[in-house]
Nanobody, 114 residues
Framework: VQLQASGGGLVQAGESLRLSCKAS????????MDWYRQAPGKERELVGS???????NYADSVKGRFAISRDNGRRTLFLQMNSLNTEDTAVYYC?????????WGQGTLVTVSS
């Protein structure tokens, strides 16, 4: 299983960014997928999750601003981030679980400037 995250960058507060996570070596269509983030000096936290059927849930801190979606045909997970603020600055990771084992993407850095 490999997860390749991309799309991070430097944006200004209030702007938007979309992250992608390309999966391989797994049956992506039936897998629940997660987005996590880790800000400098803080523990990694769950941003949100999406089930195989497409229903998603979110951390309170991003609810209403972030949206998780998936394209099963392209084996790709997305994280649309709107109204970004400086507290969203973090390395963002995609994650899944296959055969009761966690697999993580390499992370993509999002920096939000004020």
């Amino acid at each position: 299983v490999q997860l390749q995250a991309s799309g991070g960058g430097l944006v200004q507060a209030g702007e938007s960014l979309r992250l992608s996570c390309k999966a391989s070596g797994m049956n992506f269509a039936i897998a629940a997928m997660d987005w996590y983030r880790q800000a400098p000096g803080k523990e990694r936290e769950l941003v949100g999750s999406i089930a195989s059927g497409g229903s998603a849930n979110y951390a309170d801190s991003v609810k209403g601003r972030f949206a998780i979606s998936r394209d099963n045909g392209r084996r790709t997970l997305f994280l649309q981030m709107n109204s970004l603020n400086t507290e969203d600055t973090a390395v963002y990771y995609c994650k899944t679980q296959v055969w009761n084992k966690d697999f993580w993407g390499q992370g993509t850095l999002v920096t939000v400037s004020s």
